[in-house]
């Protein structure tokens, strides 16, 4: 059975950080990736940020265009925990935010958690 929870999500001030978790069930190293995306009111779902297994020397990373330079992503191989380090937030960072890894060519999600950017 493929779990992953997210946790970490609340409300911050336009400039602010938080730092999302999600843990899986499993070794993260079974899975072929690992990414959080996020959904806003009213828009699709989209793809923030995304972590291949790479083995012990790392993977591949991958960003959205609107959070480059202001998320990472990031893995804790021993807590089988990938992190999404989240800084110079906007309002346009609202969102429910997704933990999504591929395991075996089949996606599992986790149940979101909401990130709020509010003054």
């Known amino acids: 059975q493929v779990q992953l929870v997210e946790s970490g999500g609340g409300l911050v001030q336009p400039g602010g950080s938080l730092r999302l978790s999600c843990a899986a069930s499993r070794s993260i190293f079974s899975f072929s990736v690992m990414g959080w995306y996020r959904q806003a009111p009213g828009k699709q779902r989209e793809l923030v940020a995304s972590i291949t297994s790479g083995g012990t020397s790392g993977g591949n990373l991958n960003y959205a265009d609107s959070v480059k330079g202001r998320f990472t992503i990031s893995r804790d191989n021993a807590k089988n925990t990938v992190y999404l380090q989240m800084n110079s937030l906007t309002l346009d960072d609202t969102a429910v935010y997704y933990c999504?890894?591929?395991?075996?060519?089949?996606?599992?999600w986790g149940q979101g958690t909401q990130v709020t950017v509010s003054s």
């Open positions: 999504r890894g591929t395991f075996r060519n089949n996606g599992f």
